[in-house]
């Protein structure tokens, strides 16, 4: 009998152990499984959703566990900070590809709801009339604001000519405007250039993907083949995108090891990133910014006016100045978090802040919110000229 119960007392305190140890390993201490995975409070209402809520079809354990961890992800009040599905996953990485199937736009969080940055030109959403400056408020008629930008660009995108409701709201409308929408392949053409008075280049770039930095540089040996001598870098409306791409085409006009942006985390950690080439660093430069040039946009901005490279004109930037990590969960679903700050080679932190011009122009009134704005109605490309034909 002895000999058993020492038997039992082993099992027992190596079960323990276990616990501990594995508690240990996934979260950094015990109690945080003591105080949060085992909460009773947290088992309870799990047990009490299970066995009471009127419909059982609408409940299971997966439904449950995705809600809890959305939950916990939004309670840290960060709207860049998110939990994908596995569904919602799968469909963030295809959209960073550049090629995927939905609407055709870009959103940003706005102070209360998700707000339209860019209505790519030919697109669905577009073509139905959904412009920059909507705040979207449902999709099909599920509720959103602004922490749930991925759900909305998720619920947006879908199966090619399969229909979606966008709700928005819209200045000067006195009530919410439903869009209904075909889902069609939206082939993301972040890179566009011209050349004004054959001497002139201008490129626009509308999102820093993977396939950003070759097209700018094939756009840009297009324009110096053609007798380009000034530059125009257009990142009006531009929401972000990759912080590798943007690297790749700030050095374009640095000298190697020029300071391009440096990461700060919560444990004053920091990362820089710099020029990798000597790039060109004659071409006279002007960089057009507005409210919506957001994230990996303003690093472009920021870095070239601080390093002296090019002029900034037009308004003020978004500010998004902090940097998100995703973290794969084992199953196909993964967290977005935001991991740490990024700061300009002068040290400033741009959150929330934005990037001034040096030279503020605003549009008229009648096209603050339109990416495509008449030659002789842009104001902003006209003094970017204006200051380039100066320095020629």
């Given at each position: 009998m002895k000999k058993r119960l020492n038997t039992i007392a082993i099992i027992l305190?190596?079960?323990?152990?276990?616990?501990?140890?594995?508690?240990?390993?996934?979260?950094?201490?015990?109690?945080?499984?003591?105080?949060?995975?085992?909460?009773?409070?947290?088992s309870k209402v799990i047990w009490l959703l299970k066995k009471y809520y009127y419909e059982p079809k609408d409940i299971s354990d997966q439904k449950l566990i995705d809600g809890a961890i959305d939950g916990i992800a939004a309670s840290v009040n960060d709207p860049y900070t998110e939990y994908f599905t596995k569904k919602e996953f799968n469909e963030f990485v295809i959209q960073s590809k550049g090629t995927y199937f939905g609407i055709g736009v870009t959103i940003e969080p706005g102070e209360h709801y998700i707000e339209v940055v860019t209505s790519f030109e030919g697109s669905p959403a577009y073509?139905?009339?959904?412009?920059?400056?909507?705040?979207?408020?449902?999709?099909?008629?599920?509720?959103?604001?602004?922490?749930?930008?991925?759900?909305?660009?998720s619920l947006m995108r879908g199966p090619k000519g399969t229909p979606v409701t966008v709700t928005v709201l819209r200045d000067g409308s006195s009530k919410p405007i439903d869009f209904k929408i075909v889902r069609d392949e939206i082939k993301i053409k972040t890179v566009s250039s011209k050349i004004f008075d054959n001497t002139i280049g201008y490129i626009k770039i509308t999102n820093f993907d993977e396939n950003t930095p070759q097209d700018f540089m094939a756009a840009y040996d297009k324009l110096k083949s053609s007798g380009c001598r000034a530059l125009i870098i257009d990142l009006r409306f531009n929401p972000g995108g990759l912080l590798e791409s943007v690297v790749d085409v700030?050095?374009?006009?640095?000298?190697?090891?020029?300071?391009?942006v440096y990461l700060k985390d919560r444990y004053n950690n920091k990362q820089y990133f710099k020029s990798y080439k000597n790039?060109?660093?004659?071409?006279?430069?002007?960089?057009?910014?507005?409210?919506?040039?957001?994230?990996?946009?303003?690093?472009?901005?920021?870095?070239?006016?601080?390093?002296?490279r090019a002029k900034i004109v037009g308004e003020k930037t978004f500010g998004k100045g902090v940097v998100q990590q995703v973290f794969e969960l084992g199953d196909g679903s993964a967290i977005k978090i935001t991991v740490s700050q990024y700061l300009l080679p002068s040290g400033a932190y741009i959150n929330k802040k934005g990037i001034k011009p040096d030279i503020q122009v605003l549009q008229p009134k009648e096209y603050q919110d339109k990416m495509n704005v008449p030659l002789n109605k842009d104001l902003q490309l006209k003094k970017a000229i204006e200051i380039l034909k100066s320095s020629i």
């Open positions: 305190i190596t079960a323990v152990a276990t616990y501990i140890f594995t508690t240990y390993l996934y979260f950094g201490s015990p109690l945080y499984t003591n105080n949060l995975v085992t909460n009773p409070k947290l073509m139905a009339g959904i412009k920059p400056g909507d705040k979207i408020i449902k999709v099909n008629g599920i509720s959103l604001t602004a922490k749930d930008i991925d759900k909305a660009a700030a050095s374009n006009f640095l000298k190697k090891g020029q300071l391009i790039g060109d660093t004659v071409t006279p430069l002007v960089v057009l910014t507005n409210r919506y040039s957001a994230s990996a946009s303003e690093i472009l901005a920021g870095c070239l006016k601080d390093q002296k």
